[in-house]
């Protein structure tokens, strides 16, 4: 019944008539002289004066490229963060200085480790939270 009726409705149609979801769209130059102007929002001069030496992208899924790996059957957790932009070093060292306060014991068992130079092996515990929420803190 429906293929019958597909064929009566291509009958009635000429072949040069566009379907209703076919329609023209405007050209982007009658677009361009309608739409306003951007505007260009204050920043603050600290936050511009005080450039990241690294950055960490987000996925494709939106979230930070952090993750756990459980080794020796529950006895070593590590956190990976992987494809670091810029100085992985200069993550390294922030991470290790300002993670947890000195001279506490997350602090000491805290190890910071550099793999293939976009890569940081960070291991001594459970830490994703951490790291994640601390990636927020510093605007990523």
């Not at 951007?38 to 920043?43: A, E, G, I, N, S």
Request: hydrophobic share 35%; proline share 6%.
């Amino acid at each position: 019944m429906l293929s019958l009726f597909r064929r009566q409705i291509a009958i009635q149609l000429p072949r040069n008539t566009r379907c209703f979801s076919e329609t023209v769209a405007p050209s982007d130059l009658a677009l361009s002289s309608v739409a306003p102007p951007p505007v260009k929002t204050p920043t603050s001069s600290a936050s511009s004066a005080k450039k990241s030496e690294y950055f960490v992208p987000r996925n494709t899924r939106g979230n930070l490229p952090i993750y756990t790996d459980v080794r020796n059957a529950g006895g070593r957790h590590l956190v990976l963060i992987r494809n670091i932009e810029g100085s992985a070093s200069a993550l390294a060292r922030d991470l290790s200085n300002s993670l947890f306060e000195q001279d506490t014991e997350e602090a000491s068992r805290l190890k910071v480790q550099l793999n293939q130079s976009k890569h940081l092996v960070i291991s001594g515990g459970r830490w994703k939270n951490d790291v994640v929420e601390w990636l927020k803190k510093k605007g990523f």
